[in-house]
């Protein structure tokens, strides 16, 4: 009996054609999975972490230079975000924090933006910029970051009525995680 020898080149095409329709596969799967769940749905943004520690004493000076501190809100809820004009996620989520903002500050709600190391000729044009109508404060020597205990920026924490913090989140927010986890201490 004759045994044939395959050749060396042909075991690289057919290796080659192998290869190639696994990758078809494999893109075809990713095809479905996408179709199936579109990217227009997805929220890829942080999800908050949730806690229970005391809110920290923090005072700072608001951008019309008053004192201001957290326990001047003890009674409402709370959630401070801590960003900078230069973050790019701090910037994305302004829109979105503003409106949460508008939607919920008649039923007790505050949001407090807290800028890190910057100074008001900085921080002012942002303000106007985004149409920022909630408290902003100054905090030049990254205070409110110590105190919370976060080098990451944008952090956002819930503080509810009886001054505990509940949610953390460190990145970005958007509304549908606004609105899936901070109603519920807004209305307790």
Known sequence: MMKKRISSSRIRVIA?????????????????????YPASTQDFSTVPAKVNFPAPELILKDIF???????????????????????PPCREEM???QAFYQKYKEKGFVLVGIDQEESLDV???????FGLT?????????????????????????ID????????????????????????????
């Open 16 to 36: 080659l054609m192998t290869t190639g329709l696994g990758l078809l596969a494999i893109g075809v799967m990713f095809l479905m999975l996408f179709d199936q």
């Open 65 to 87: 230079g008053r004192q201001v501190s957290l326990a001047d809100y003890r009674g409402s809820v709370v959630l401070v975000n801590l960003w900078a004009t230069w973050c």
């Open 95 to 97: 829109p979105t924090l």
């Open 123 to 129: 921080v002012l044009p942002f303000v106007d910029e």
């Open 134 to 158: 909630f408290p902003v404060w100054m905090d030049e020597k990254y205070e409110a970051q110590q105190k919370f205990n976060t080098m990451n920026l944008p952090s956002s924490y819930v």
């Open 161 to 188: 009525r009886g001054g505990q913090v509940r949610l953390m989140w460190i990145g970005g927010i958007s509304k549908k995680n606004l609105e899936k986890f901070v109603p519920d201490i807004i209305l307790e």
